[in-house]
C-alpha cells in the first residue's frame, strides 16, 4: 500500500520490537495506582501499569472487569477517583477529553447520523480550525487508507456495518493521535469479517506507529491483534504479557480459564523436590508428576493447568507409566479441522481433548463409550498455586 | 384451509386500520370545511341560514351561483390583509420566544435524573389540569395595574408608576408563550432524550468544545423536535382568539378575533367563511413546507 510522506511508516527495529522486556525504554503512557469508583462500587481497583510506543495493547475481561472504564479514562471521559495517568510524559489530570492527543473509537461507531461521510471524518479536523482544502485532502487519504473512496457523500445509515467501522477508524486517525483507544471495534462485525478486519487492523498500526489500546471481552481477537495482553479481573490487571505467554503460562486459574479453554486437576502436593513435583490429584485419579519445581510448601492445594490440545489421546495403553489417565469417551464433536473428545475419568470429572483430523477418517476411529487413555508431554502443564 | 373471511381480511386488513381514522377526519374535519368552503362563495341573506343557496333548480335546470365577492373584499378592506399580517407576526414571535424559553426546558429534563426527570415532566403537564381559561384570568390578575406584578415592582421601588401591560399586545405574547410552552417542550423532550450520549463524547473526543458539540452534533440531531413543537406552537397561535380577546386591547388585530365579530356580531357567514378558508390556505403553506424540510432531514 502507497501511504502519503506526512504518515511517517515505522520500521521495526528488532532490538526494539519488545520494549518491555528493555528496562531502559521510557514507556509511552505510565499509569499509577489508578483507582475509579462509581458510588460504592470500585471499577477500577489501583491498577499500575506501563505501555510502550507503538504497540497494540489489549485489555482484556469479562463485562464488568472495567476494562471499559479503564480506557473512558485514558480518553479523559472519566475522572480517575486516585492515581495518575502519563502519557507521553505529560500528566493527564487536568487534561479535558477534547485536549488530549488520544482519539477514541467507539463500540457503536458513534458517527454522526446527520453527516455525510467525508464530514464525519473531517469532523476533528474542522474543529482544530484547519483549512478547508486540507481538510479534503486529508480526508480522502484517510478513506483510501480505509479502502472507503468514493464513500464520501454517503450517510452513516446506507453503509453496511463493516464500512461503519471503516468509517470510525478513520474519523478517530484523521487527527493523527500519539495514541488511539478502541473499544471492542471488531464487536459489531460477523465472524468472517472480523477475521479479515484483525489483520487490516495490524496492518494501518504498523504503517502509521500508532500506539493501540484495545479493549475486548474477545480473547482470540487479543491474541491475533496484540503485542501484549492485560487480562482484568474485577477492576485489576491479573496478568500482562505477550499473547503466547499468556496463553501457554497463565499465572492463574482465572487467566487459565478465561483465555482459551483449559483442563484443571485440583490436587495437593506429594512430593516436593528442587527440580521435580508429584502431585496427588483426586480429580484426575492419578499421580501428576511435574519436571520441575515449584514454591510451595508440602500437602499444599494447587492446580494443574492442561489445555485441550496437549492431551495424546488413544485407544490402546501407552507405554508411559506416568501421567496416564484412562476414561471413557461420553461426547465426540467433529468441528472439520479437528475433533473434541469428552472424556469421563473414573473420578467422575468430565476431560476435554482435542485431536487435530489429520486423516480423512482414520481406519479404527475412536468412538463413542469407547474406554481411552491420555497423556501428556511432561512439560505439557502448568501448575498454578492461585 | 383459509376461510373466506380470513383471506379478506389478510388481504383488506391493511386498508381496514387506516379505513377507521380516514372515515373520522373526512367526517369531522373535511366535511365541514367544505360547508365552510361553500358558504365563503355565497351572499349573505337574511334567511335562516344566513346566506344564499349555491344550487338551486328553476325550471328541471340546475343554477350554480359563485360568489367570489367575498374574497376580493378580503383583499379590497385593509382590515383583514392586516388581521392576518398581525396574527403572522405574533404568532412568529411567540413561536420564537416558547423556543428560546422551551428548548433550554427540555435540555435540562431530557438529561436530569430518572426521579427528577419524572417530577419536572409532571411541572411542565401539570398546568394541563386547570381550565385553559381560568389560566389566563390569573394572567389578567398578574398584568392589571393593580396586578401581582405592579404591586411587587411598586414596593421593590423599582418603577414609581404602575405598568400598563394587560391589553396590550405584550400581553398576548406572554398569554400564548405561556400558554403554548408545554407544545415546544414535549416534543423537544421527546426528540433530546433519543440523543445518544456517545456522540458528544465522539465529538468531545475529537476536539469539539461542550458548546461546539451542541452547535455540530446536539441541535442538528434535535430539529425534527425544534420542527414539530415550532408547528404545534405556530399554528394554533395564528388562529388564537380567547388569549387576544382577553389580554390584548383594542389595537390588537389577530385573525381569530376578526373571524369571531363576523360570524357573531355581524352575521356574515359568507365574509366569516372566506376568513376561515383564507387562514386554512395560509396555514397549509407552512405545515407543508415544514414537512419537506423535516423528510429532508430524515433523509
Redesign the interface.
Known amino acids: 500500500m502507497e501511504t502519503s510522506p506526512q504518515l511517517h511508516m515505522t520500521q521495526l527495529d528488532p532490538s526494539t520490537q519488545k520494549p518491555w522486556l528493555n528496562g531502559d525504554v521510557k514507556p509511552f503512557i505510565r499509569i499509577r495506582n489508578l483507582t475509579k469508583k462509581f458510588g460504592d462500587v470500585v471499577a477500577v481497583n489501583n491498577v499500575s501499569l506501563d505501555i510502550y510506543e507503538n504497540e497494540l495493547f489489549s485489555l482484556l475481561g469479562g463485562s464488568g472487569c472495567g476494562k471499559s472504564t479503564l480506557l473512558r479514562m485514558l480518553a479523559g471521559f472519566e475522572t480517575p477517583t486516585e492515581g495518575t495517568i502519563e502519557i507521553d510524559g505529560q500528566d493527564m489530570s487536568h487534561v479535558a477529553a477534547h485536549e488530549r492527543p488520544t482519539n477514541m473509537m467507539f463500540q457503536s461507531y458513534a458517527l454522526f447520523p446527520h453527516m455525510n461521510v467525508a464530514k464525519n471524518v473531517g469532523y476533528g479536523l474542522r474543529r482544530d480550525g484547519l483549512p478547508k482544502a486540507e481538510i479534503d485532502e486529508r480526508v480522502s487519504e484517510m478513506l483510501k487508507l480505509v479502502q472507503l473512496e468514493g464513500y464520501g457523500k454517503r450517510k452513516p445509515s446506507q453503509l453496511s456495518g463493516g464500512q461503519r467501522q471503516r468509517v470510525a477508524l478513520a474519523r478517530a486517525l484523521i487527527k493523527r493521535p500519539k495514541l488511539l483507544l478502541l473499544d471492542e471495534p471488531l464487536g459489531a462485525l460477523d465472524k468472517k469479517l472480523r477475521e479479515e478486519t484483525q489483520f487490516e487492523l495490524i496492518n494501518i498500526q504498523e504503517s502509521l506507529g500508532v500506539t493501540f489500546i484495545v479493549v475486548t471481552h474477545d480473547q482470540e481477537e487479543a491474541m491475533t491483534l496484540s503485542t501484549r495482553i492485560g487480562v482484568m479481573d474485577i477492576g485489576t490487571i491479573a496478568q500482562i504479557g505477550e499473547p503466547q505467554e499468556v496463553y501457554e503460562f497463565p499465572q492463574t486459574r482465572y487467566v487459565a480459564d478465561f483465555i482459551g479453554s483449559v483442563n484443571m486437576f485440583e490436587g495437593r502436593v506429594k512430593k516436593d523436590s528442587p527440580n521435580a513435583v508429584i502431585i496427588d490429584s483426586v480429580d484426575a485419579g492419578i499421580d501428576i508428576h511435574v519436571p520441575h519445581g515449584v514454591s510451595c510448601s508440602p500437602n499444599q492445594k494447587l492446580w494443574f493447568a492442561l489445555r485441550p490440545e496437549k492431551f495424546e489421546i488413544t485407544a490402546t495403553k501407552p507405554k508411559a507409566t506416568k501421567n496416564v489417565i484412562k476414561g471413557v469417551v461420553e461426547d465426540i464433536a467433529y468441528l472439520g479441522g479437528q475433533s473434541v473428545y469428552l472424556v469421563r475419568l473414573s473420578g467422575g470429572k468430565l476431560v476435554r481433548t482435542v485431536r487435530a483430523n489429520r486423516d480423512r477418517g482414520a481406519e479404527k476411529p475412536i468412538t463413542w463409550e469407547q474406554t481411552v487413555y491420555l497423556t501428556w508431554a511432561p512439560s505439557a502443564g502448568v501448575v498454578l498455586t492461585a | 384451509m383459509m376461510s373466506w373471511f380470513h383471506r379478506q381480511l389478510a388481504k383488506h386488513g391493511r386498508n381496514l386500520v387506516i379505513a377507521v381514522p380516514m372515515i373520522w377526519l373526512i367526517v369531522f374535519f373535511l366535511a365541514p370545511f367544505f360547508v365552510v368552503f361553500k358558504i365563503s362563495f355565497a351572499d349573505i341573506a337574511r334567511a335562516r341560514p344566513p346566506y344564499t343557496p349555491l344550487f338551486s333548480f328553476e325550471d328541471g335546470r340546475l343554477l350554480i351561483a359563485l360568489s367570489f365577492e367575498n374574497y376580493a373584499y378580503l383583499w379590497d378592506d385593509t382590515l383583514y390583509i392586516k388581521a392576518y399580517w398581525s396574527s403572522i407576526k405574533i404568532a412568529f414571535w411567540s413561536t420564537v420566544f416558547a423556543l428560546l424559553i422551551g428548548y433550554p426546558m427540555a435540555y435540562v429534563i431530557a438529561r436530569a435524573s430518572d426521579t427528577k426527570r419524572n417530577l419536572l415532566l409532571m411541572l411542565v403537564i401539570l398546568p394541563f389540569w386547570t381550565s385553559f381559561l381560568l389560566r389566563v384570568y390569573a394572567w389578567i390578575g398578574f398584568l392589571k395595574t393593580q396586578g401581582v406584578i405592579n404591586a411587587l415592582l411598586l414596593k421593590i421601588g423599582i418603577i414609581s408608576e404602575p405598568l400598563i401591560m394587560l391589553q396590550t399586545d405584550f400581553a398576548v405574547y406572554v398569554g400564548i408563550v405561556y400558554t403554548y410552552l408545554p407544545f415546544m417542550i414535549l416534543p423537544l423532550y421527546a426528540n433530546l432524550t433519543k440523543l445518544?450520549n456517545?456522540?458528544l463524547?465522539?465529538?468531545?473526543?475529537?476536539?469539539?468544545?461542550k458548546l461546539?458539540s451542541f452547535l455540530?452534533?446536539t441541535l442538528?440531531?434535535s430539529l425534527p423536535g425544534i420542527i414539530a413543537g415550532c408547528m404545534l406552537v405556530f399554528i394554533p397561535a395564528i388562529g388564537e382568539f380567547v388569549i387576544p380577546a382577553l389580554l390584548g386591547g383594542p389595537d390588537t388585530l389577530m385573525i381569530g378575533k376578526v373571524l369571531w365579530t363576523e360570524f357573531f356580531n355581524n352575521r356574515d357567514w359568507p365574509v366569516a367563511s372566506a376568513v376561515a378558508t383564507a387562514m386554512l390556505i395560509l396555514l397549509v403553506i407552512p405545515i407543508m413546507w415544514m414537512r419537506r424540510a423535516a423528510e429532508e432531514?430524515v433523509s
Request: no cysteine; charged share 20%; hydrophobic share 45%.
Open positions: 445518544d456517545t456522540l463524547e465522539a465529538a468531545h473526543d475529537l476536539g469539539a468544545s461546539m455540530t452534533v442538528p440531531l432531514e
